[in-house]
């Protein structure tokens, strides 16, 4: 059943804004660079408590990614011959497929700063993308029990996070107007006869150059970021 949406509580975020780096790569990244990318960071944060915290907005070649001990049962494939390559990886969750026209974000963020819970975090996520739909004149839904965002019973957004000493990686990722044909050969998310939508089956013609604005202001709102220059700029 939809869950109603609401503004979470402010003190699920730090009482002032936290500097952050916003990395928005123009071209799709193999998943397994912008993984290592996201490692190192979360390296430098456990190392520098005063570190600027990173995130990254972007989108992947076609891939499949596998959470801790996701079950192979949700993949209709040959392991050993994916349609696309496939990464295990260490995020909570089950299988997920990423594919140009998704926006990918992964945010590298101290929790501590804010309030140290993933089950909140979680939360916070969901209310970014619920905050970047109203915007888009769009009513997200949670589902009871379950993670991830829904649009009128389809799963628009999928989320999956990892943790190391309340510093996160992983993130969400919103369907705007990819192909969906690759979700047919998994179980996205492990969840039997729920289907897959996309933005523009609501709004025809919506790009991800529209969206991805949306969501950068929505994450500043939801974890009281602003927003620095990156290394070199």
Same mark, same amino acid.
């Given at each position: 059943?939809?869950?109603?949406? /609401?503004?979470?509580? +402010?003190? *699920?975020? *730090?009482?002032?804004?936290?500097?952050?780096?916003?990395?928005?790569?123009?071209?799709?990244?193999?998943?397994?660079?912008?993984?290592?990318?996201?490692?190192?960071?979360?390296?430098?944060?456990?190392? &520098? =408590?005063?570190?600027?915290?990173?995130?990254?907005?972007? @989108?992947?070649?076609?891939?499949?990614?596998?959470?801790?001990?996701? *079950? $192979? &049962?949700? $993949?209709?494939?040959?392991?050993?011959?994916?349609?696309?390559?496939?990464?295990?990886? &260490?995020?909570?969750?089950?299988?997920?497929?990423?594919?140009?026209?998704?926006?990918?974000?992964?945010?590298?963020?101290?929790? @501590?700063?804010?309030? +140290?819970?993933?089950? =909140?975090?979680?939360?916070? #996520?969901?209310?970014? #993308?619920?905050?970047? %739909?109203?915007?888009?004149?769009?009513?997200?839904?949670?589902?009871?029990?379950?993670?991830?965002?829904?649009?009128?019973?389809?799963? =628009?957004?999928?989320?999956?996070?990892?943790?190391?000493?309340?510093?996160? @990686?992983?993130?969400? *990722?919103?369907? =705007?107007?990819?192909?969906?044909?690759?979700? /047919?050969?998994?179980?996205?998310?492990?969840?039997?006869?729920?289907?897959?939508?996309?933005? /523009?089956?609501?709004?025809?013609? $919506?790009?991800?150059?529209?969206?991805?604005? %949306?969501?950068?202001?929505?994450?500043?709102?939801?974890?009281? #970021?602003?927003?620095?220059?990156?290394?070199? /700029?």
């Amino acid at each position: 059943m939809p869950v109603v949406n /609401s503004k979470l509580d +402010p003190v *699920s975020a *730090s009482a002032h804004p936290e500097g952050a780096i916003c990395f928005q790569p123009p071209d799709p990244v193999p998943f397994e660079i912008a993984w290592a990318d996201q490692r190192r960071w979360q390296e430098r944060l456990m190392a &520098d =408590v005063t570190a600027p915290e990173a995130v990254w907005i972007l @989108q992947h070649p076609p891939c499949y990614t596998l959470g801790r001990g996701a *079950s $192979l &049962d949700h $993949l209709h494939f040959d392991v050993a011959q994916p349609p696309h390559p496939l990464h295990h990886i &260490d995020r909570g969750g089950e299988v997920t497929h990423h594919v140009p026209g998704q926006i990918v974000v992964y945010p590298v963020l101290d929790l @501590q700063r804010r309030t +140290p819970d993933l089950h =909140v975090h979680l939360r916070v #996520l969901e209310q970014v #993308l619920i905050d970047v %739909l109203a915007e888009l004149g769009l009513c997200g839904e949670r589902q009871a029990g379950l993670t991830g965002l829904w649009l009128d019973g389809r799963k =628009v957004g999928a989320i999956g996070i990892g943790c190391r000493r309340w510093i996160t @990686q992983h993130g969400l *990722s919103l369907n =705007v107007d990819c192909d969906l044909s690759g979700f /047919s050969a998994i179980t996205a998310c492990g969840l039997e006869g729920r289907e897959v939508g996309r933005l /523009s089956e609501w709004i025809p013609g $919506l790009t991800t150059d529209q969206v991805q604005p %949306l969501i950068l202001n929505a994450l500043a709102d939801q974890f009281r #970021l602003f927003w620095q220059e990156s290394p070199g /700029s």
